[in-house]
């Protein structure tokens, strides 16, 4: 997507009838436009050539191609353009190897319009943060990867949290609710007991917490023992944590 025009999409797909279906979703969500159709190799490499999408929607099987052979051409050219592979193919194998050759998304069919419209905001946001970083920066931070590897958005285009395994958001919230009482900070000791936690799964969710600056974390040096991590929320804290 380049300024601020929509994101354009090649259907990349032999069957007609199923191109028909994604251009028509398409045109359900806001801030994509389908450029074209091609049904065969010759068709997809000319009009990646003429269009240069930002986006393929793209099958696996063809009757004169494999898509997993177009995808790996495309990105061995260097092309600045995405793909969403969406396929009957469920072989272990051949998503293995789409994700290995840098696919960003694999949908498989039927595709339902709710799991499309995900797949395609998620890209949208994606792409949208891609274009705004190489607008502002030169290199980036190890956040701003992780911010455009792992954010996702909900149903409505809105950002959601991309929560790693083993941390509950419900668990999440009451960690922040429990911080947000006090004006000094507790420790994860403290945290545990208010929430009725182990203290090493309340330390989980703060370090968690402290990662994407959602809270703080300083040593505090009592009179006895050891220094303890005491965590308070930061002043960039909000409620839509990453």
Same mark, same amino acid.
């Given at each position: 997507?380049? #300024? ?8 990349? %797909? ?9 251009? *028509? ?47 790996? !051409? ?18 272990? =194998?051949?998503? +293995?190897?789409?994700?290995?050759? #840098? ?14 419209? +995900? ?7 994606? =792409? ?48 922040? %609710? ?6 000094? #900070? ?7 007991? !208010?929430? #009725? ?5 309340? *330390?989980?969710?703060?370090? =968690?917490?402290?990662?994407? !600056? ?13 220094? !303890? ?14």
């Amino acid at each position: 997507m380049k #300024g601020n025009r929509d994101i354009e999409v090649l259907i990349v %797909e032999d069957d007609l009838r199923i191109a028909e279906i994604q251009k *028509r979703f398409l045109e359900q969500i806001e801030g994509f436009q389908a450029v074209g159709i091609a049904a065969s190799y010759v068709e997809a490499k000319t009009l990646i050539d003429i269009l240069q999408p930002d986006l393929l929607l793209l099958d696996v099987y063809f009757p004169d191609m494999n898509g997993l052979d177009l995808l790996k !051409e495309t990105k061995q050219q260097s092309k600045q353009m995405d793909v969403i592979m969406i396929t009957a193919t469920k072989e272990i =194998h051949k998503v +293995q190897e789409a994700i290995s050759i #840098g696919v960003f998304d694999y949908i498989i069919k039927p595709v339902v319009f709710e799991r499309f419209k +995900q797949s395609l905001l998620r890209f949208k946001d994606y =792409h949208g943060k891609l274009l705004q970083l190489g607008k502002e920066n030169i290199h980036v931070t190890q956040q701003q990867v992780d911010r455009l590897l792992r954010k996702e958005v909900d149903g409505a285009g809105n950002e959601k949290a991309y929560l790693p395994k083993g941390i509950d958001p419900l668990t999440l919230d009451k960690v922040l %609710e429990v911080l947000g009482k006090v004006e000094y #900070g507790l420790t994860a000791e403290s945290v545990a007991k !208010e929430i #009725g936690v182990s203290r090493t799964t309340a *330390r989980r969710y703060l370090e =968690h917490l402290v990662s994407n !600056e959602s809270i703080e974390a300083d040593l505090s040096y009592g009179t006895v023992g050891r220094p !303890e991590r005491v965590y308070i929320v930061s002043s960039k804290a909000t409620k839509n944590f990453l």
